[in-house]
């Protein structure tokens, strides 16, 4: 098999060892290094040393960013690999044999690197990642705030949407405390539920003991923690984000994305489209097409391949929230899709829509342009009326004509 690197290095990477092995023609060296960034450094110099042309290493956790960054400043060319995509022989697991098997892949060329973004980009994925994993956390907290109140008779959520909101938070210092009085509830309230001041008098008369009111005080208070925290990373991104402001508004306009799904969007694909020669290689990459099943010339059901999840979940919530906009392309994609395919694949498909979208925004510099709800309408007319016209008459209708005058 021909060769394609003359000088490469395979390495196994764990999270107290490297072991690499470098392949110089017909020989290889193996050695041993530790992960301190010290040993790092002896290791690239090593490399640096014998001329190695590429090093490749796979995707094993949070363990390869050490040694990524390490070898990026130093400007060797590095390739992460899905650990997938590379499987040794089964019977022949040792990280010796693992670094030997990286290297004889890559002088082979059979190794596909993964996208690994510039060091800024990846520190504002962290970010971003940080603060929705914030939101989220936020999120289970209030559904252990619901959990206890259950336990304790109250029923506040049976009546208002949000139990964290400013009239539910003073409704529940008073549960905490003295409990709801009559002749104060209309202090605690304000909009809409002033309306509701009966069924929120009857839904505060609980059975709150003191351990459950220390417990609810706890939970309030880790929300707050937690709503302090996403303001400053809501800050700190909007700071480090600021050269993506333009990008930022054109997606905005696409339905469904708001500004912090267009920052999520833009932390995980930056704002460089030509590492992706077309739409159809970002939509595979963040894991919105169809998988490859065809056997014997026949198309086969396939799963959605694996991909970005950031930049999965936060498209397929877009999703969501766009295809509720009458008048729109997206919806008219929904719907058309949704009778035969179901819900779940109907939102994949929308998403799969806004991100080409988004691809084409970013490397054209075009604004974004709403085809129409009507846009389907416009292909096989005729087909469309005679099959109309067919479900009509199984369904009884009779055609009337009338006599010219």
């Given at each position: 098999m021909q060769s394609v690197y003359e000088r490469c290095c395979g390495v196994d990477v764990h999270k107290k060892?490297?072991?690499?092995?470098?392949?110089?023609?017909?020989?290889?060296?193996?050695?041993?290094f530790g992960t301190m960034t010290k040993d790092i450094r002896e290791m690239a110099n090593w490399l640096v040393e014998n001329g190695c042309e590429m090093v490749a290493m796979e995707s094993t956790g949070a363990y390869w960013k050490p040694l990524y960054n390490v070898l990026e400043v130093l400007g060797l060319e590095v390739m992460v690999v899905n650990a997938q995509h590379m499987k040794a022989v089964p019977g022949r697991k040792t990280d010796v044999k693992d670094a030997e098997w990286i290297a004889d892949l890559l002088r082979h060329g059979l190794l596909r690197a993964s996208f690994i973004p510039d060091r800024e980009q990846r520190e504002l994925r962290e970010i971003s990642r940080y603060r929705k994993s914030l939101t989220e956390e936020r999120a289970r907290e209030n559904?252990?705030?619901?959990k206890i109140l259950e336990g304790?008779?109250?029923?506040?959520?049976?009546?208002?949407?949000?139990?964290?909101?400013?009239s539910s938070r003073r409704l529940l210092q008073k549960v905490v405390g003295n409990g709801v009085c009559e002749d104060e509830i209309n202090d605690l309230l304000?909009?809409?539920l002033l309306g509701k001041r009966e069924e929120l008098l009857l839904a505060?008369?609980?059975?709150?003991?003191?351990?459950?009111?220390?417990l609810i005080c706890a939970i309030l208070d880790h929300i707050d923690d937690m709503t302090r925290r996403i303001s400053d990373m809501d800050g700190i991104i909007n700071d480090e984000m600021q050269k993506f402001e333009e990008a930022i508004r054109a997606i905005d306009e696409i339905p469904g994305i708001a500004r912090q799904s267009a920052q999520n969007i833009l932390a995980e694909i930056g704002l460089d489209m030509s590492r992706f020669p077309t739409d159809a290689h970002i939509c595979s990459w963040a894991g919105l097409s169809p998988g490859n099943n065809e056997s014997a010339g026949k198309r086969k059901s396939g799963r959605t391949c694996k991909g970005n999840m950031m930049l999965k979940t936060t498209l397929v919530q877009a999703a969501k929230t766009a295809v509720k906009k009458k008048d729109s392309f997206f919806k008219a994609q929904y719907d058309r899709l949704v009778v035969r395919r179901g819900a779940n694949r109907a939102t994949v498909a929308v998403a799969h829509s806004m991100l080409i979208a988004i691809y084409h925004i970013l490397k054209d510099n075009t604004p974004f342009r709403d085809l129409g709800a009507d846009y389907y309408n416009q292909f096989n007319a005729q087909k469309k009326i005679s099959a109309y016209l067919k479900k009509l008459t199984d369904l009884g209708w009779q055609p009337t004509t009338t006599s010219a005058v």
């Open positions: 060892k490297i072991v690499a092995c470098l392949v110089v023609g017909k020989k290889q060296e193996l050695r041993t559904n252990r705030l619901q304790c008779n109250i029923k506040l959520s049976s009546v208002v949407s949000d139990i964290t909101g400013l304000h909009g809409r505060c008369d609980g059975v709150v003991t003191k351990l459950q009111k220390k």
